[in-house]
């Protein structure tokens, strides 16, 4: 009788134990680990993205891993897959860093997407020149193109998800900019390219990506071209619009105004390099033209130590506004991608004036969480 007894007062102690420790769980904060993870938080909506470089994809800046694990779904290579890193000499490839990427990705269980098969940016001159130095015509240009496309995107058929296969071909009036892409072979190099890539990797997504894409008239343009590669029966899936933004400008009803124009033209809408430059330039002038560069002039240089209070907040809020468009939109975008995981290898630091401190992402020079813009991004989906 004593042991029954003992057993039921047992039972009873353990019961309540059980029942304090539910109460007391309820009043314990939950872990951040995962309740503040940007790629977890959003995944009903669209994959979140970082562009990475070559140190962060070989293994010797490993401080970018876990950042990467908790908060990026997708992963793009910021320069290691452009034509100069890659194919730097003819009949010469460097795919050591890419493979590394790729490879990162395929950790992370990310979608992968290659940047960029064509652009009139690190592409070495040699690609345009015949033995003697003399400008190649059409035929030959797009050919030797068409080898550089079968070459890399063959190499990773099936691995990268996804490739922007030409950049920026557009000057921000809407006429096709005349690189020497372009004086050689007019549009039609853009056509050779999107029909190489597919016929290489028929299964992979396709994306033209340009910046300023929030003005109306380059807007229409890439538009245009989509439309008429399409009817040409030419694969091409989405239009990234480059996300590099200011505090202020551009409003947020010119960038949606491109959301709906390119969802309405029945292409994916993707946000490829987003940053916000924080810092005052020359000319106050947004987008990534690389070659719209200055002096270094120390007014331009304003927070070398750290960034004030109130334009942390400034910050903040404009990612807090950005995203709770991209979510009210979400139907129609695909992805969002910062250029960059942290703020120390921004390219901001170098553009459009070298040396600057530049503070344009969710993570500082040191990986660590911006908690104020973290709590902004996460509470538009409250």
Sequence with gaps: MILTLSFFTMQKRISLLILISFVLLAFIPKSTSVDNSLKIAFKDHFLIGA???NRQVSGMDQAALPVLEKHFSSISPENLLKWGPVHPMPGVYNFTPADQFVEMGAQLGAFIVGHTLVWHQQTPDWVFENDNGELLEKKELIARMEDHIETVAGRYKGRIHGWDVVNEVFFDNGQYRTSKWYNAAGKDFIKAAFRKAHQVDPETELYYNDYNMWKPEKREAAIALA?????????????????????????????????????????????????????????????ADIDATFEADEKYNPYKNELPQEIQEKLAKRYAALFALFVKHSDKISRITFWGVNDGGSWLNNWPIKGRTAYPLPFDKEYKEKEAVLKEILGVLR
């Design 227 to 287: 439309r008429e590669m399409r009817s040409e029966g030419i694969k091409i899936d989405g239009i990234g619009m480059q996300g590099h933004y200011g505090l202020d400008s551009p409003s947020l009803d010119q960038i949606e105004a491109s959301i709906v124009a390119i969802a309405a033209a029945g292409f994916q809408v993707m946000f490829t390099e987003v940053d916000i430059d924080v810092l005052p330039n020359p000319v106050n002038r947004q987008g």
């Design 51 to 53: 562009a990475v470089n």
